[in-house]
């Protein structure tokens, strides 16, 4: 066994080539950090532990790849801003570590982008609203899912079983005989997307080639992958990011579209043709950029959802306890509206996304400070909510019966009242001193497949308990 472990320049190469990948770090950088790593190891070396120990040692004293790069991001600010553009060269005049793959990984990315407008493009010329709603992101995220495929190496059987669910959700939804006016259709529609964002979550998670030849694994793309919290919670930030860049994106066409469509118009040119060729690309294409522009950077400078999320969680809490006393002073809990306790789902969602980010922003060995009770504030606002918009559903169905759309809403709620209470039990303790925030963390991204599983009865089967109506 002794003759297959890694030689000292081995260990050595693997550890430049992932630090290289980090934007923050220049060539000029990496040989300066190999260089101390080097006299590092020397120096253990003299005192008598053997080359493998050594490099141990030293990369330990050395400091984490990402807060080596961190400080970097620091210490060169004025490089990285530089950096956020499309360019091949540091401020200093060096390549940018990684660039070659990020530039064959955005030709791929656009390749698969014209594909997605393609296919776009041939589902809205089917001129068939029912079609086109069952089938819109069948068109687009497999396509997403193929880049990560690709750029992940991802092993066949993985990518094999979910290419299998795919299909078999695709086939539902297409065979299914939904009635047009009913309420199942508009159930599967809205809950399909997040069932397949969170199949393409289990190719995101799962460990790059480069990082798993770094760390010394074996396989295409060895590691734990979505079974890693880890890696789950890389893609809940990747979601929120995805989310701002793809506003930011959307604004900036807007914008272009306008002025554009504002000059044909003035010269007296039809500008209507030209939208419909464009928009089928447009949307995929900036959907692709976006989820581009959030891999690329996502080393340079500190993720914007997560900072996002701390403006506006005071808000959010002032709107909670605004919805909570409109809840209790409009009347009986059974002539409360029908939309406005789904509408209370939707808040409660949102509730839950801030969270999510704020928790994936958060240094895990910091001590508790203000901003953990205001998120317990937060969740304890939200939980109230919860409890009455569940007692409204409740009654309603008491005096009522069930529906489709009532089924759906206090499924959701109740998946939400577990994700919320559970959250509130943990964060309590965090800020009270009694556990670590670790524990915290691993149980946002250990619920996500209960919302998949409930996103995939939704879709499979409420429609066959009511009759497709």
Not at 71 to 86: D, N, T, V, Y
Not at 413 to 425: A, D, E, F, K, S
Not at 455 to 461: D, K, R, S, T, Y
């Amino acid at each position: 066994m002794a003759e297959n472990l890694p030689t000292l320049e081995t260990s050595i190469a693997s550890w430049r080539d992932r630090l290289r990948r980090h934007s923050a770090i220049t060539a000029a950088d990496a040989a300066e950090l190999e260089d101390n790593l080097r006299e590092r190891i020397a120096d253990l070396t003299a005192v008598g532990l053997d080359e493998d120990e050594a490099f141990l040692v030293a990369v330990k004293r050395l400091g984490n790849i990402d807060e080596v790069s961190a400080e970097f991001a620091r210490e060169h600010s004025e490089r990285l801003w530089k950096q956020l553009a499309l360019t091949d060269g540091a401020a200093d005049g060096t390549e940018v570590a990684g660039t070659d793959t990020r530039r064959r990984g955005l030709l791929v990315l656009l390749g698969l982008a014209v594909a997605a407008g393609l296919s776009v493009r041939g589902l809205v010329t089917v001129n068939d609203a029912a079609v086109i709603l069952r089938n819109a992101f069948f068109v687009v995220l497999p396509f997403l899912a193929a880049y990560f495929a690709w750029a992940r190496r991802v092993p066949a059987r993985i990518s094999g079983v979910l290419v299998v669910l795919t299909a078999v959700l695709a086939l539902a939804v297409n065979l299914y005989p939904f009635s047009l006016e009913g309420q199942t259709i508009v159930l599967a529609v809205t809950h399909l997307p997040v069932l397949l964002w969170l199949l393409l979550g289990v190719l995101y998670a799962q460990r790059p080639a480069a990082d798993a030849a770094a760390a010394g694994l074996t396989g295409a793309s060895s590691g734990p992958g979505w079974l890693d919290p880890a890696r789950r919670m890389d893609f809940v930030r990747f979601t929120g990011e995805l989310l701002v860049y793809l506003v930011l994106i959307a604004i900036g066409g807007s914008i272009l579209l306008g002025i554009t469509a504002a000059t044909f118009g003035i010269v007296g040119v039809d500008f209507e043709p030209v939208i419909e060729w464009v928009m089928p690309f447009a949307l995929p294409g900036a959907f692709f950029v976006a989820a581009w522009l959030v891999e690329a950077k996502k080393d340079v400078v500190e993720n914007i959802a997560p900072v996002l999320t701390r403006v506006f969680t005071s808000l959010t809490i002032l709107m909670l306890l605004a919805v909570l006393v409109v809840l209790l002073t409009s009347g009986p809990l059974t002539e409360v509206d029908r939309a406005l306790l789904i509408l209370m789902d939707a808040i409660l969602v949102l509730v839950l996304a801030l969270v999510l980010y704020t928790i994936s922003a958060r240094d895990p060995l910091a001590a508790p400070d203000w901003f953990d009770r205001l998120q317990l504030v937060l969740v304890g606002a939200a939980l109230a909510v919860n409890t009455v918009a569940l007692v409204a559903m409740l009654t309603r169905i008491a005096d009522d019966g069930w529906t489709a759309n009532k089924t759906m809403a206090l499924g959701l709620n109740l998946v939400l009242l577990v994700h919320l209470v559970r959250t509130g039990w943990l964060q309590l303790g965090f800020v009270r001193g009694r556990r670590g925030f670790a524990v915290v963390e691993r149980w946002q991204t250990t619920y996500l497949p209960v919302y998949a599983a409930w996103a995939a009865v939704v879709v499979l089967v409420l429609p066959v308990v009511f009759s497709f109506e």
